[in-house]
């Protein structure tokens, strides 16, 4: 089973509304990440958890505020975000080898964010 | 720092044609990983192979096939016999180095059109 699941698959927030965006997953992955990604772009890398920490994050703006409270959940907190961050928010996991994050990153189906 | 250029942007078929997707990548490592995922209007990035840099044998999985020659630094992906449901976007990908902060980097993305 190679499922990642997120929620909500749709999202109209307002510029001073707070969201979150919910990821899990159930396949013993250790790495999670989320990317973000506009419409005829490919995926940008925003951030990636391993063994619950976060190992990297992209520059992302404060607005973004990532959590992974345990291993099969990633959350992505949202809060004064502007019409440019529309865009498919898509999370992923992956399974690490000795603290490396080289193996097959498995995506959900995204959530699909537009702010107004 | 590491590069995966997919030339072609946009490539429409008539079904039942074969299709060849192109990429090239660049990388100082000797160790790293391609990928192909597949996108497709639903968003989600479905993993299609994953190929290290010490395995160059070529590989096919039913009407699926993908051409590794380090070479040319290219790993293509051939579709025989393409069909409707072939459509989508289809993103190569190179991870480099095994270390906790490696990342995938994405090719720009080729969107394959299957006409009936």
């Known amino acids: 089973d190679t499922e990642v699941t997120q929620t909500p698959k749709h999202l109209v927030m307002g510029m001073t509304n707070k969201k979150s965006l919910k990821c899990e997953q159930h396949m013993g992955h250790r790495a999670m990440y989320w990317y973000k990604q506009k419409a005829k772009k490919p995926p940008e890398l925003m951030f990636v958890y391993s063994y619950e920490k976060l190992s990297i994050n992209e520059s992302v703006p404060s607005r973004f505020s990532p959590e992974c409270p345990n291993s099969s959940l990633l959350n992505l907190h949202l809060h004064a975000l502007q019409p440019e961050d529309s865009a498919l928010y898509l999370c992923?996991?992956?399974?690490?080898?000795?603290?490396?994050?080289?193996?097959?990153?498995?995506f959900g189906p995204g959530t699909r964010l537009t702010v107004l | 720092a590491q590069k995966v250029t997919q030339a072609q942007t946009e490539i429409s078929v008539v079904e039942k044609e074969d299709v060849t997707l192109d990429c090239v990548y660049e990388t100082r490592d000797t160790t790293y990983y391609l990928f192909w995922y597949k996108q497709p209007p639903s968003g989600e990035l479905v993993f299609l192979i994953r190929r290290n840099s010490f395995d160059e044998q070529n590989e096919i999985s039913g009407r699926y096939s993908w051409n590794f020659q380090k070479s040319t630094s290219s790993f293509n992906f051939t579709i025989t016999a393409s069909q409707v449901v072939d459509s989508a976007v289809y993103f190569c990908?190179?991870?480099?180095?095994?270390?906790?902060?490696?990342?995938?980097?994405f090719g720009k993305g080729i969107t394959l059109s299957v006409r009936p």
């Open positions: 990908a190179l991870s480099e180095g095994t270390g906790a902060n490696s990342k995938l980097t």
């Open positions: 992923a996991s992956s399974q690490t080898t000795g603290g490396s994050i080289t193996d097959t990153q498995y």
